[in-house]
Structures are given as structure tokens and as C-alpha cells.
């Protein structure tokens, strides 16, 4: 079986001057296209998008200044409409014009236009009194087609206040009136008969405003019935000359360059709004220019790569097919040189290179062959040594005889606490050299530790204790075996023997939802943030560990069971004692088979 590993969809079986066609192709033609295609688009879009904003901009002012005319003549209307004085005097009956003139003059002369200004033409006051007389302002309701086309709007609204379009034929200026209407029902204590107040808008005012921003786009002002009652310059305006047709408009198609925009969510101004349409010709101008540079910018960087890489190609293709060749030759035993020019590339060091291995392959083959030859044979030598070395160590067993000895002599002679003592390091060398395959449940390696803490117990005596808080759950986990005892180990030796009096080891285990973790908690003299950092660089570099040598094992054993997955933590505070321990995730853990 082929120990070769196959290439990428058979990419190593595609001939070499294909390959060259489809790195062009897909890393140079490909991306160029796409990314040209791609900065069109989003130049494109970003004209289209600053286009629509100035639009927006546009529309936004010229609807905040229609506004503005339309609520100044509401709060005239409102300022008005609180007179009392006035609705006493149009609701009074008068004997005679004269009695009517009389008054006229005193109070109502001049009580209106006084608040004409550049937005407001005309206020008017419409009451159904047939005593007062038409004029000057004020003016009796006869229930014409004229006034019928703005008070019926009025009529038929909840509200007391409308903007309304229509056209008045009579009068000195007949044409088309955006007035703001109103009831003048205050007070009803003076409501015998019925009053209307009318402000006239000033309609070229308006047509101004929407004339100023012809520059970006032509505007439509449209009513709450959909009615087109303005528009800007160059845009055909409503037939005034026939009453029914009056401001009836097509509706304006919709576009990317259409924009819409009510005047505001006040109700006498509901459903009025302007409508834009942006003259398209020089965004078609822009996006024009956006193409046709597009254009030159992918045929320059298509056509100047591709004469760089056909150049390229052929010195490299050539050179290559050549050592190609002389290797397919070499693969039969034909050890020939390629004659042509190098050159100074990698290609050309392959070239030279490979005239260089041709001429001492056999030899070179020869030397390899002989130092493996040696080097296995150092390696069994190496091998052999150390097993002698193994077998001329002491046999252990008699240490445990002389341990059982001592052990009978002070059980005879009542020792019992040294009895214990040496019962427990009697137990802890034969699990120390005892073979298995690594791994001990915790509660095992719990025992071992323990064995340890009464030799330590009986070495500090009662300025020494220890305790353990075990979760039930992780007795059955198998772990690496040694890897409590040597951290304990570590705490006594490192950190409770510079302490006197009241040394404490404290011993956890807890289960939690994703792994088993272990601490040695002691209340020894602790470290500085620096030792300890040199203290874990240490560890995890295998540097000389000056007596935490314990540490660094705990640390490589459990590196070589779990890899990265366990975690290895230590903390320490000065004068507040250390704590040791690791993170084993579940998944990574062995239970112990019942």
C-alpha cells in the first residue's frame, strides 16, 4: 500500500501547466473581476445612498418651513379665536348699517391686519349674522359654491382647525388658497350665530420654498385627499380655470429617486405631505463616470498581470519540466546531469542542487545506511546498560524485613505511636515501588496521602493538623497516581516548616459540572507574586525547580494523561499560605469499573 498521502481532490495528478491556468484564473482573473465588480457596486450604492440623503435633507427642510407657515397661522387662529370682545360684537344684531359702521369703527377696524406678515396674506372672519355688513375682513355667510369648498372640509373633520386647498373664483384675486380654518366656538355664551375664521397662506411663499430646492429635486405639496395643491418650477401645475378638475394630479410613480415626507403628525396638518423627485441625470452622470473607470481599472490590472505571470511561467515551467525529467531518469537508475542554464532563483538552487545530489547519491546513500547501522547499535548498547544498572541496584525487600523487625521490636516495648509510624512508611514504599499502569482511584491515592500526613503529624505533633473535605462523587475517579501526595509534600516542606506553631493542611475535592478539582490548601509562609511566577515558569519549562521537584512531576504527569485539557493552578499570598491543585474535565476521566 502507497504510505503517500493523496493530494487535494487529485490536485497532484493535474499537469503542471494546468495548474499555472488555474492559479491565473482563480487567484488572479477571478478576484480582479469580483473585486472590480464588487467596488462598482459599492461605489454605485454609495452615490445612490448620498444621493437619497441629500434627498432627505432636501425634502425635510422645505417640509420644516411649510410647517412653520402652517403653525403660525394656527396659533393666529387660536390668538384670535380667545377674543371675547370680538365674538359679543359679531354676535350682536344691529338695527341699521350705520349702528353696525359705528362699531365697525370703534372695535373692528384694522383688528386683523394687524397680523399679516410675510407667510400670512389675509385673515377672514365668515358669520352667519345678516345684520353686520360684507367687507373689510368680515363677511356674511351666503352659502356659495366658494364657500362650500372650504367650509364643508371643516364640517366634515372632528376637529375645530383644518388646512384646506381649494379655489375662490370670487373676489379681486381670484385663484387657488391653502388656508388654515377654523370654528370660533369658544365662547357659547355668544354662539347665536355660526363664525369661521379664515387665514389665507401666502401660496407664492410656498411656491418659493419648494422652488429652492430645485437644485436637488422638484416637490409636490399634496392634501390630506391626495390632491397635488403645489409644485415646483418646470413641473405641470394643477388646471385653476375649472373648479372640479382643480388640483386633481396623477400620483407620483415610486423610485430610488422618489422620496416622500409628511408634514407632521399634527391633526389639522393629517395627510398632508410633499412628495420629491430627483432629476436623475446627474446621478447618471456620476455612476457613468463610476463605470467607465471601473472599466479602464480592471483592463489595466488584467492585462499587466497576465503578460507578468505568461513571462514568469515559461522561465519557470520549462526549468522545472526539465528537473522533472531528470528526476523520472534518476528513479531508473540514470544518474545524468541537467546541462542548461541555472539561473539564480530557487528553481535554478533546485537545478544546481540536484547536480550536486546525482554526482554522491551512492556514496551518500552508503554513509546514511552505515550511521543508522551505528546509531541502532549505540541505542541497544544504552539500553543494555541500564538494565544492568537496574539489576545491580539493592533488592528492596530487605528493607521492609528491617521495617518488620523494628516494627515487632516496638510493638514488644509498648511504642505505639512509633509503631504507627513505622506501619505507615512501611506501606508507602511498598506502594511507591509497587508497578501498575498509572492510574489509582482518588480514594486510593487519598489513603497514600493520609499515610503521609500521620508521618508528618508525628513529626510536628500538635502544632500540626490536617483535614479533609471530600466530595463523595470523586472517590470512584481514577487519577494519576502521586498526584496529591507530593503537592501535600510540597506544603509541609515549602511552607508550614518556616511557620511555628498552628500548621494546618487542608485537602478538597469537588465535583462540578464539567470537571473533578482538587486543592492543598495550607497556612504556611506563602510567596510573592514574582517568586510564584518563577516558581510556575519553572514548572512548565522544566527548569531546575530547587526542591519543588514534586510540583514539576505532579505537572508532567498530569500534562502526559490529559495534555492540554487539565489545568495545573497555584495562588499564593505572603504570610497567608498557598493553594495547589488542578482541573480534570469529566470527560477526560476514568471511573473506576465496578
Known sequence: MDGRKPGIIGINDIPLKYKFLLIYLLCVLLPIVTINLFFYQRNSEDIKIREQDNLRKSIERASGELLGMIDES???????????????????????PSDYYEVYNGLLRDRLTRYMSENIVEARIYTGNPTIQTGANYYVMDHSADEDSWIKPL????????????????????????????????????????????????????NHILDRELDSLQLRLMDGRN???AVSSGLQSPDLSNREELLIQEPVASSDYTIEHTLGDVSYAKGWKLTGIADTRRIDKLLEDAHRSIIWLAVISTVLPSLLIFIIFRSYHYRVKKLSRHMQKVRNEKFELIDI????????????????MTGKITTLINDVYKLEIRQKSMELEQVRTE????????????????????????MKKGYCEVTEIISNLSLLMRQLLRSADGLVTLEEELQFTTMYLQIEKFRFGDQFDYHFEIDPESLSMKIPRMSI????????????QLRKGNRRIHVTSKVSDRALEIKVIDNGVGMDERKLQQLM?????????????????????LELFYHEHVRFLISSNPDNGTEAGFHIPLSKLEPVKE
Not at 539561473?343 to 542542487?353: N, V
Not at 515558569?537 to 504527569?557: F, L, S
Open 74 to 96: 394656527v396659533a393666529l387662529s387660536r390668538s384670535i379665536g380667545s377674543d371675547d370682545s370680538l365674538y359679543e360684537v359679531l354676535d350682536r344684531t344691529y338695527d341699521s
Open 155 to 206: 364640517q366634515q373633520s372632528n376637529g375645530n382647525i383644518i388646512v384646506a386647498a381649494y379655489y375662490e373664483s370670487a373676489g379681486f384675486s381670484p385663484g387657488k388658497r391653502i388656508s388654515v380654518i377654523s370654528k370660533m366656538n369658544t365662547y357659547t355664551s355668544f354662539s347665536k350665530y355660526p363664525k369661521y375664521l379664515r387665514i389665507d397662506l401666502n401660496v407664492d411663499k410656498i
Open 227 to 229: 390632491r397635488v395643491v
Open 341 to 356: 542554464k541555472e539561473g539564480r532563483d530557487e528553481i535554478g538552487g533546485l537545478i544546481h542542487t540536484f547536480n550536486v
Open 387 to 410: 538494565l544492568s544498572m537496574l539489576q545491580s541496584q539493592m533488592n528492596p525487600h530487605f528493607l521492609f524485613n528491617t521495617l518488620n523487625a523494628l516494627l515487632i521490636v516496638c
Open 485 to 496: 501526595q507530593p503537592l501535600v509534600e510540597n506544603a509541609c516542606k515549602h511552607g508550614l
Open 537 to 557: 515558569d519553572r514548572v512548565r519549562n522544566d527548569q531546575d525547580m530547587e526542591g519543588h521537584v514534586g510540583i514539576r512531576n505532579v505537572y508532567r504527569r
